[in-house]
């Protein structure tokens, strides 16, 4: 269903906890922040010209920041590493990190639930408060200031990794074997690489058989499970095929049948 009405649930925000390491740890922002809020901070300049009476405004560049404001949880770690970054009285790089914004209205490739256009932040932390009355849970307050501009590309929400640029795919190689299988006529297929969470196996055996590329429609393939025998002539060539919901193909792998006599 097409969103029309943009939500603050439909934009989801991960913040790197490990920036020192090479390899970002990026975790969501979610239980225990109240707000996370964009302000883009834009800087204007305005001129008056002599033959004019009213000025004239341009955007020059921009200060944004992403104020929040969060209940302090000591199972959230997002929520903790900024609260730590305040009371630890970090500086300089130490209290620098990586912040994703990630627009889930918005998918890098239509109809995906995996992958949304986002904006990458170096984003150093203000942290101007930690408060709380007595009997009350401590909120956190501060600022995500940004340093320098936003890298734009898409992040892949089950990795948790932010790709730079347009989001393209490519078809996936699938290592297939092929051996005798448990009775006559029959082969047992074998595929090294793991299904993919909502994917099915299908396939197509011939003594001539063309391999499908990405997104062909694979409907006319036949289902198989990924574990029972398949029947099938020795010699003759067999294409396992991985495809998504819409028997759209995402990866394929190409063997020669070797059946039991």
Not at 15 to 43: H, K, M, R, W
Not at 82 to 108: M, Q, S
Not at 187 to 204: A, D, F, H, R
């Amino acid at each position: 269903m097409a969103i029309n009405k943009v939500s603050r649930y439909h934009i989801i925000d991960y913040l790197d906890i490990t920036p020192n390491l090479v390899t970002p740890t990026y975790e969501l922002c979610g239980s225990g922040f109240n707000s996370l809020n964009e302000t883009p901070g834009a800087q204007v300049d305005k001129k008056t010209y002599i033959n004019d009476t009213t000025s004239t405004t341009s955007v020059k560049g921009y200060e944004t920041s992403f104020g929040y404001d969060a209940d302090v949880m000591k199972n959230q770690t997002t929520v903790m590493y900024l609260y730590n970054v305040g009371r630890n009285h970090l500086v300089g790089a130490d209290a620098e990190t990586t912040y994703i914004r990630a627009d889930k209205y918005d998918p890098a490739i239509t109809g995906s639930t995996r992958y949304f256009k986002a904006r990458k932040f170096k984003v150093s932390i203000e942290v101007s408060g930690a408060a709380g009355a007595g009997g009350e849970t401590l909120v956190s307050t501060g600022n995500l200031n940004c340093v320098g501009d936003p890298i734009f590309g898409y992040f892949d929400t089950v990795t948790k990794t932010f790709v730079e640029g347009e989001y393209t795919e490519t078809l996936g190689t699938l290592t297939v074997a092929s051996i005798a299988g448990a009775t006559s006529g029959k082969t047992k297929i074998t595929v090294t690489e793991p299904l993919t969470s909502g994917n099915v196996y299908m396939y197509k055996t011939a003594s001539t058989v063309t391999a499908p590329i990405l997104d062909d429609d694979c409907i006319s393939y036949t289902v198989w499970d990924g574990v029972s025998d398949i029947v099938a002539v020795t010699g003759n060539l067999i294409c396992i095929v991985e495809v998504n919901s819409q028997f759209k193909a995402k990866k394929t792998g190409t063997q020669t049948v070797t059946s039991k006599a």
